[in-house]
Each structure stands twice: as C-alpha cells, then as structure tokens.
C-alpha cells in the first residue's frame, strides 16, 4: 500500500461513510468533533472506522484551548489511535483560557481535573466576542470549500453545529 489518503472534507458525514469506505477512497477519516456532532459521534465514529478497518484521526483548525481540550479527551477514548491528531493551536497568539494547553514531546497531557481540566477566562472570552461582533467580515471572509467545488460544482460546506 502507498501513503494512505486522510481526509476532513471529502467524508464529513455517517451518511457519506458507506460509500467511501465502499470505495476505499479514503483510509483515515480526520474528525473534527465541531462538525461529526460532539464528542460522542466523534467515538462512533471512530468505532465505525475501527469496524471496517479505516483510520481515524482527528482534524482541527484555528481552535482554542477549549476545543483543543475537548480533542484531547475523546481522543484518549479512541483505542488504536495510530494517527497523529493535528492542531494548529501552537500558532494562535491568543486564547480564552486562564492557561494555555502545553505541547511536550509533540502531545497534550489529558488533564484530570474536573470537565475538560480548563478555566476560562472571561474576560479575554468578552474581548474576543467583541471583536467578532464588531468584525467587518474580515475575520469571516475564508471559503475553505472552493478547492471541492472544483471537483464538485453544487457541494457545500457542511453546517456549523452551535453547541
């Protein structure tokens, strides 16, 4: 077998995964835990991938500390995880925590505290919603699927579950 083929945007939903893995057109699905549903979906999914033998890791993108920590717990949960999850935390010069997560060895240490193990900041959490209230559409203005609708003139990027 070559480089396996990862993917975050070509299989994004459970409806989408039959086909795929049908097709062994992907071999490590990279999950983000904002889009698959939380936490739990984030392990079924993972059960599923472990089932019919596909890697699972885990994608992120500019997320804080509390998305990051969130990661960080279901992914301890995932047996086999054989994939390094990615983030790009380590590049955001801010945050919304009273602490900013470690990286050591290239890992985050899963915190035994209560919940995720993480303190907000409230403070610097108003700052940053003031700042994206008051935003002129810079802060918005990315279109990550342009590169898919080059293959696939109609898809659209998936909805952003709020919770």
Not at 4 to 9: E, V
Not at 30 to 48: C, E, K, P, V
């Amino acid at each position: 077998m070559g480089v396996p083929l990862a993917t975050n945007m070509c299989v994004t939903t459970f409806a989408e995964i039959k086909e795929a893995f049908t097709r062994d057109a992907v071999q490590v699905v990279l999950s983000d835990h904002h889009y698959w549903g939380g936490l739990r979906n984030t392990q079924r999914l993972a059960a599923i991938c472990r089932t019919f033998g596909v890697g699972v890791s885990m994608h992120s993108n500019t997320h804080l500390g509390i998305s990051l920590a969130a990661m960080t717990h279901v992914a301890a949960t995932v047996p086999g995880l054989h994939h390094a999850c990615d983030s790009h935390y380590p590049w955001q010069s801010e945050d919304v925590l009273t602490e900013r997560l470690t990286f050591e060895n290239g890992a985050v240490r899963v915190s035994d505290a209560p919940g995720l193990g993480v303190h907000l900041d409230r403070d610097r959490l108003a700052a940053l919603h003031r700042r994206w209230l008051d935003d002129d559409g810079t802060l918005r203005d990315r279109d990550d699927a342009a590169a898919m609708r080059v293959a696939h003139p109609g898809w659209q990027t998936p909805a952003v579950p709020r919770w």
